[in-house]
């Protein structure tokens, strides 16, 4: 059982940055994939960007490459999103998200989320 509490999350300005984390319980935390996703209101959950357990693979959607960057920290058991050039569009409740492995397009198996934290961008 893995439990996972994302932080970090605010308001900023247009421009501006934001680091997310995710804090994992239990000790298999470098077993596993990471990722993040975010959600506006009223719109799907979306991928943002995966990170593969031993941190050497990542994977970022169109929309925010160049400007997140996804980093872990195993003996911490942490899963971080740097965020710079934010935009208002980034708005949304984001969540952190363990699986199996990382994919370009979220994780597979994926088994345990967040409760998520929420980011607003004002223009």
């Known amino acids: 059982q893995v439990q996972l509490v994302e932080s970090g999350g605010g308001l900023v300005q247009a421009g501006g940055s934001l680091r997310l984390s995710c804090a994992a319980s239990?000790?298999?935390?470098?077993?596993?994939?990471m990722a993040w996703f975010r959600q506006a209101p009223g719109k799907a959950r979306d991928f943002v960007t995966s990170?593969?357990?031993?941190?050497?693979?990542?994977y970022y959607a169109d929309s925010v490459k160049g400007r997140f960057t996804i980093s872990r920290d195993n003996a911490k058991n942490t899963v971080y999103l740097q965020m710079n050039s934010l935009k208002p569009e980034d708005s949304a409740v984001y969540y952190c998200a363990a699986g199996r492995t990382a994919l370009e397009y979220g994780l597979t198996a994926l088994d345990y989320w967040g409760q998520g934290t929420q980011v607003t961008v004002s223009s």
């Open positions: 990170i593969s357990a031993s941190g050497v693979n990542t």
């Open positions: 239990g000790r298999t935390f470098s077993t596993y994939a």
